[in-house]
């Protein structure tokens, strides 16, 4: 049983930069596609981005496409979320998953194993 937990969260000043981690434990982390979701006050769960298990195929909604990058370690049994130019907008608790299943998918329905969560709150 994979079990997953999130790191680096925080508050941060708009424009600024992040990087959150999932490090994972318990279970053959490169054979999951990896995704990190977010969900804002009074608001459903969003898809941020998503990894192969390999890390040779990214996946990107338009909001953060070319101010986020998703990147794993699988040496480190790690998945990261690098965040750039933040904006109020993004403030959000983000969520670490995994899928078992090899192809990049955007529904939170589409994954098996999901971590607490860690909040980022950008201010303006």
């Known amino acids: 049983q994979v079990q997953l937990v999130e790191s680096g969260g925080g508050l941060v000043q708009a424009g600024g930069s992040l990087r959150l981690s999932c490090a994972a434990s318990g279970g053959t982390f490169n054979m999951y596609v990896a995704g990190w979701f977010r969900q804002a006050p009074g608001k459903e769960r969003e898809f941020v981005a998503a990894i192969t298990g390999s890390g040779g195929s990214t996946d990107y909604v338009d909001s953060v496409k070319g101010r986020f990058t998703i990147s794993r370690d699988n040496a480190k049994n790690t998945v990261y979320l690098q965040m750039n130019s933040l904006k109020p907008e993004d403030t959000a608790v983000y969520y670490c998953?995994?899928?078992?299943?090899?192809?990049?998918?955007?529904?939170?329905?589409?994954?098996?194993?999901w971590g607490q969560g860690t909040l980022v709150t950008v201010s303006s």
């Open positions: 998953a995994l899928r078992n299943r090899p192809a990049l998918r955007r529904g939170s329905y589409d994954y098996d194993r």
